[in-house]
């Protein structure tokens, strides 16, 4: 299907151990986005990428890492889960700088 | 750091009503979209405006870009109950395609 899809839809961890989160899209959009969105803070940027290979950081990077080997991917890895990453993780790409982007339906986590 | 404030954070009003959500900055954004979110979804664009001044209109929504594109509003003619939803603005920065979000507006329309 057609779109950008983000797995797994939920997840439950425990504290420590390592979880990662898939995003893929379909569209070989260059940019791509993660994001998590917490009451109060609204949605802030984890990291981004605007190519393959090429990463960056976002507002919110520590105890994240990500890498992009293929254009459609963006894995996004909790190294050492902790409870302040209980959240809603959403991955988001866009074809360009200027036009806007498509989200993925996210992915609810929980730390416990 | 740019930081966006949206306002109102909550609005509660009854079908037919007008409502307007700003959305307000100190720093100059290349493009400024429009997002609404439902609840279990990701944020749906709605537009993308990119120049200053400009004005944009989507069947009862018209949104409006600041002459010094620091700045925009979001104006809701006769709200329908379908409207309701989580609003969000969102800056742009041309050099790193990076967006920057606003708090975001709750909006709920009652029949």
Known sequence: DAGITQSPRYKITETGRQVTLMCHQTWSHSYMFWYRQDLGHGLRL??????????????????????????????????????????????AS???????????????LTVV | ??????????????????LTVYCNSSSVFSSLQWYRQEPGEGPVLLVTVVTGGE????????????????????HITAAQPGDTGLYLCAGGSSNTGKLIFGQGTTLQVKP
Do not use: M
Not at chain 1, 49 to 73: C, F, L, M, Q
Not at chain 1, 94 to 108: C, E, H, L, N, W
Not at chain 2, 55 to 62: P, W, Y
């Open chain 1, 46 to 91: 984890i990291y981004y990428s605007a190519a393959a290979d090429i990463t960056d950081k976002g507002e919110v990077p520590d105890g994240y890492v990500v890498s992009r080997s293929k254009t459609e991917n963006f894995p996004l890895t909790l190294e050492s889960a902790t409870r302040s990453q209980t959240s809603v993780y959403f991955c």
């Open chain 1, 94 to 108: 866009s074809p360009d700088r200027v036009y806007g982007y498509t989200f993925g339906s996210g992915t609810r």
């Open chain 2, 1 to 18: 750091t740019q930081l966006l404030e949206q306002s109102p954070q909550f609005l509660s009003i009854q079908e037919g009503e007008n």
């Open chain 2, 55 to 74: 004005v944009k209109k989507l069947k009862r929504l018209t949104f409006q870009f600041g002459d010094a594109r620091k700045d925009s509003s979001l």
